[in-house]
């Protein structure tokens, strides 16, 4: 009886793991069935909507059975949303040119709150022992305290003289600029620079950047501290050109490229530049432009731009294979004063 009573409960035991055996195949069955469904329906959904897409793009490009990338697809509607908006940025820029620059310069919405456009930052490159250059500046056309504060109010103009820091940093010349700069609150002074003539390429890239950063303007202007600028002739050259996204203006040249070491301007990447050693068309460096976009481009790429021998080619080079409008402007000449001029040197 004892040996029965144990093999009829072996037996059941038996019994109960193949049907919970059976019973998990079937779950696992309507698990996979289930989930082959889900997926089936997402891609089948997933593939319609791409079907939709693509068949709107061709509706609305005419491009017939072209085969475009759901992808590009949505970037070419993004693109389009972006082309409503600088529809209507062109209209509003149309009517502040209409009002001219010195009455109301640009105005974007920042939520619930109006922001100002400024219409240019200039940075004025100066270097240690130039004061006498700063203060006729200022005395000439830049102004200070409230008439600097006005130019930026009442006409959109942000000028900064920029300057980097000693090799010995803290020294006498670093505190002499720091006294300077707390009287006329006028400087823009780049903590990452070393000051040195051989740095103005550096010097240019870095005010850029850091213009670009700390100020939402259409354009950004280098000039020298040797450079009397007019600063209404300046904005009404200015205001011509707001209708282009990607403009770098200037007094267009090329000039030699000197590969002798011993000569004032040598090049010394001068093998760069063909078996004619000329240099591409840049801007003087007395005095240029580039708009916001350009400027922003400086400002993301900082840290890649290369720089050559001299601040203006250097800029020219950086804009040599973007999609950029170069204008020749004869009114930045500076170097030969003409009537109409924007800027003349001393």
């Not at 250097?314 to 924007?342: R, Y």
Request: some cysteine; hydrophobic content about 40%; charged content about 25%.
């Amino acid at each position: 009886m004892l040996g029965g009573s144990k093999g009829f409960n072996t037996n059941r035991a038996s019994s109960s793991m193949a049907s919970g055996s059976r019973i998990s195949t079937l779950l696992l069955s309507m698990f996979a069935t289930f989930a082959s469904i889900y997926v089936s329906g997402r891609l089948w959904q997933e593939s319609q909507n791409r079907v939709y897409l693509i068949k709107e793009l061709d509706r609305i490009t005419g491009q017939g059975q072209s085969a475009i990338s759901v992808d590009d697809t949505l970037k070419i509607i993004a693109c389009r949303e972006q082309q409503k908006k600088l529809s209507a940025l062109e209209t509003e820029l149309a009517a502040a040119k209409q009002e001219g620059f010195t009455s109301k310069f640009l105005t974007g919405n920042d939520g619930a709150h109006a922001k100002k456009r400024h219409l240019v930052v200039i940075g004025i490159m100066t270097r240690f022992g130039n004061k006498n250059n700063r203060d006729a500046v200022r005395k000439a056309w830049m102004g200070t305290g409230a008439m600097l504060k006005k130019m930026e109010n009442e006409k959109g103009i942000v000028a900064r003289f920029v300057i980097g820091k000693s090799a010995n940093h803290g020294d006498n010349l670093d505190r002499g600029i720091d006294n300077e700069n707390r009287q006329s609150n006028d400087f823009i002074i780049l903590d990452d620079l070393v000051e040195g003539t051989e740095d103005l390429p550096k010097k240019a890239r870095l005010f850029f950047a850091y213009a670009a950063d700390k100020w939402d303007a259409e354009f950004y202007a280098k000039v020298n501290d040797n450079i009397y600028v007019t600063i209404d002739a300046l904005g009404t050259a200015l205001a011509a050109h707001f209708d282009k996204p990607r403009a770098y203006i200037g007094c267009m040249k090329s000039g030699q490229v000197f590969s002798e070491p011993s000569h004032k301007w040598y090049e010394p990447d001068w093998w760069k530049f063909g078996d004619k050693k000329s240099y591409f068309r840049h801007a003087s460096g007395e005095m240029y432009v580039i708009s916001r976009a350009l400027a922003k481009f400086v400002s993301i790429n900082r840290s890649i731009l290369r720089t050559y021998a001299h601040d203006d080619v250097t800029a020219g080079s950086w804009f040599l294979g973007l999609n950029v409008l170069h204008v020749d402007e004869g009114k930045f000449c500076c170097s030969s004063w003409s009537s109409g001029a924007i800027c003349s040197g001393v």
